[in-house]
C-alpha cells in the first residue's frame, strides 16, 4: 500500500521560501502512471491544486502560482519536493501531497497533510 | 480556469436518508470528474473518478452521475460514518480546480 508523507518547517516568516518534501513508501515514485502532485488548503477549508510532476522531472503549475513555486523528484530517495517562493501570510495553509493516476488524474493517495504559517 | 460550483454549501440528513450533493462545472469537461470526502483534521479521501467510477474499497451506497457539465454524487442510504465534507474536483484541464465543499450534518 502506498503511502505518503510530508515534512518541513511548519513557520516560514513573510518574503522567505516554503520548502516540503514528500517521502513515499510501498511503492517506486519512478511507476509509471502516475504523476505526484501538490494540494493546499487553506484555513477556510478551500482546496487549491499546485501543480505535479512525473517521475521523468515533467511538471506542470497552476499560472496563479508559476513564477513562485517550483516541484522537483528525487527518484533515488523516492522523494518530490516543493519550493514556493517569496510567500505572504495568505500562503498559510495545510500542504498536502498526493499521488496522481495518469490516466484518470484523481487524486488516489494523500499525505496527511502539513500545516505551514507563514508569519514573522 | 475552469470554476467549479457545488450545491447545497450544507446540508442536514438523517441516517438511512437518499442524499444528493450537486457540482457544476463553468465549462466542457466530459467526465473528468473526481469526488472526495473529508472529514476533520483528515486529509481528502478518493471515492469516485472519471465521474461514476468507484474508486476500489468504497461502499457501493456512493455514486456518481453526470457529463459535460453537470454532476451529482449520491449516497443511496446514509451511515453514520459519512457525515463528513464533500468535494468535486476537475481533472479536464490545468489548472485542476475544487468545488467549494459541501458539509453533510447530522439533523
Known amino acids: 500500500q502506498v503511502q505518503l508523507q510530508e515534512s518541513g518547517p511548519g513557520l516560514v516568516k513573510p518574503s522567505q521560501t516554503l520548502s516540503l518534501t514528500c517521502t513515499v513508501s510501498?511503492?517506486?515514485?519512478?511507476?509509471?502512471?502516475?504523476?505526484w502532485s501538490w494540494v493546499r488548503q487553506y484555513p477556510g477549508k478551500g482546496l487549491e491544486w499546485i501543480g505535479h510532476?512525473?517521475?521523468?522531472?515533467?511538471?506542470s503549475y497552476n499560472p496563479s502560482l508559476k513564477s513562485r513555486v517550483s516541484i522537483s523528484v528525487d527518484t533515488s530517495q523516492n522523494q518530490f519536493s516543493l519550493k514556493l517562493t517569496s510567500v505572504t501570510a495568505a500562503d498559510t495553509a495545510v500542504y498536502y501531497c498526493a499521488r496522481v493516476d495518469a490516466t484518470e488524474a484523481a487524486n488516489d493517495r494523500w499525505g496527511q497533510g502539513t500545516l505551514v504559517t507563514v508569519s514573522s | 480556469d475552469i470554476q467549479m460550483t457545488q450545491s447545497p454549501s450544507s446540508l442536514s440528513a438523517s441516517v438511512g436518508d437518499r442524499v444528493t450533493i450537486s457540482c457544476r462545472a463553468s465549462q466542457f469537461i466530459s467526465t473528468s470528474l473526481a469526488w472526495y470526502q473529508q472529514k476533520p483534521g483528515k486529509a481528502p479521501k478518493l471515492l469516485l473518478f472519471?465521474?461514476?467510477r468507484l474508486e476500489i474499497g468504497v461502499p457501493s451506497r456512493f455514486s456518481g452521475s453526470g457529463s459535460g457539465t453537470d454532476f451529482a454524487l449520491t449516497i443511496s442510504s446514509l451511515q453514520p460514518e459519512d457525515f463528513a465534507t464533500y468535494y468535486c474536483?476537475?481533472?479536464?484541464?490545468?489548472?485542476?480546480?475544487f468545488g467549494q465543499g459541501t458539509k453533510l450534518e447530522i439533523k
Open positions: 472519471a465521474a461514476s
Open positions: 510501498g511503492g517506486s515514485i519512478s511507476s509509471t502512471g502516475y504523476y
Open positions: 510532476i512525473y517521475y521523468s522531472g515533467s511538471t
Open positions: 474536483q476537475q481533472y479536464y484541464s490545468t489548472p485542476y480546480t
